[in-house]
């Protein structure tokens, strides 16, 4: 077993990322700026915002971090969104996920200009992702690409079976999966709550995406030997063994999937790093004009 070690893959590519922005800065006069907007309180998302926000000074983009109430209305939220649409100075914009009840998930996606979309949620990135045309791919399917790229992993051919089938995750991640590509080429199954035998199904995959959000659901019994396992679960729970007094679990059982593995990626320090690097790849790539 050998590990997809995203510490490693993702100190590298932040790197890279960091030289390109310097250079990018000299060219524009100003620095790659992400907005992100969070609505709330959600312990995780805070903490999810934070090291985004975090990330980009690290790699020399400016970064905001707008925050709001959680009784924000709609309207308000779709208002300061078409003036971020407006800004010039600001490349990319994000809206964290999931959203209070009484906002409309859709509309506020919808809303953002696509052209700023550096989540890649907007349905004209997707249908351009499904198409293999120059788009904004969601960052953590993007940082899963990155990272079997980094290894050279040959995945033409083999079956992939997807988890979960998220609008964040799961969907974007079986179109990338099976695009003419490589990372790509792959037979796709995508599995959900509604999959019949799922343990037969997972046992078929040569790659298994576990985005399920549930501790320890891809157990030994359900992994073929010689799999490449991906784990997208990051699950919080209180803890009394660590400073920040939360545990992170992954989606899959790693001491029971491991040894079957040919490579795994652990939780933490694998797919959550990544998904950092896929967000700062857009945002530079957006503050460059070459997607759009
Ligand atoms: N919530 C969980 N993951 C994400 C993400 O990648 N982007 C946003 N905006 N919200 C999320």
């Not at 050998?2 to 490693?8: A, P, Q, S, V």
């Not at 990018?24 to 995780?44: Q, S, W």
Request: charged content about 25%; proline content about 4%.
């Amino acid at each position: 077993m050998k590990l997809l070690d995203g510490k490693e893959v993702s100190a590298k590519l932040k790197e890279d990322i960091k030289r390109e922005a310097a250079e990018l800065t000299a060219t524009l006069g100003r620095k790659p700026h992400l907005v992100a907007i969070l609505v709330g309180n959600d312990g995780g998302s805070e903490t999810y915002v934070a090291s985004k926000m975090r990330n980009c000074e690290q790699v020399g983009f400016d970064s905001t971090n707008l925050h709001y109430e959680d009784d924000i209305t709609e309207e308000a939220l779709l208002a300061k969104i078409a003036e971020i649409n407006q800004d010039e100075n600001i490349d990319g914009l994000i809206v964290q996920l999931p959203l209070p009840k009484h906002i409309d998930p859709e509309k506020v996606t919808e809303a953002i200009d696509y052209k700023k979309d550096v989540d890649g949620f907007h349905p004209i990135n997707l249908g351009r992702m499904q198409r293999n045309l120059p788009c904004f791919i969601p960052a953590t399917p993007y940082g899963i690409m990155l990272m079997l790229d980094h290894y050279g992993i040959d995945t033409a051919g083999k079956k992939a079976v997807v988890v979960g089938r998220s609008n964040i995750v799961g969907s974007p991640m079986s179109i990338l999966l099976a695009r003419n590509s490589q990372p790509g080429n792959c037979t796709v199954t995508l599995t959900h709550s509604r999959t019949k035998n799922l343990q037969e199904e997972v046992l078929q995959g040569d790659i298994v995406v576990a985005a399920i959000g549930k501790k320890n659901f891809v157990t030994g019994d359900m992994v073929k030997d010689g799999a490449i396992v991906i784990d997208v679960g990051i699950n919080r729970e209180t803890s009394t063994e660590t400073k920040s007094g939360f545990k992170l679990y992954g989606d899959v059982d790693f001491e029971a999937v491991a040894p079957k593995a040919s490579w795994i990626t652990p939780v933490p320090g694998g797919v959550g790093l990544m998904t950092i690097i896929g967000l700062l790849k857009n945002t530079l790539e957006a503050a460059k004009g070459t997607v759009y």
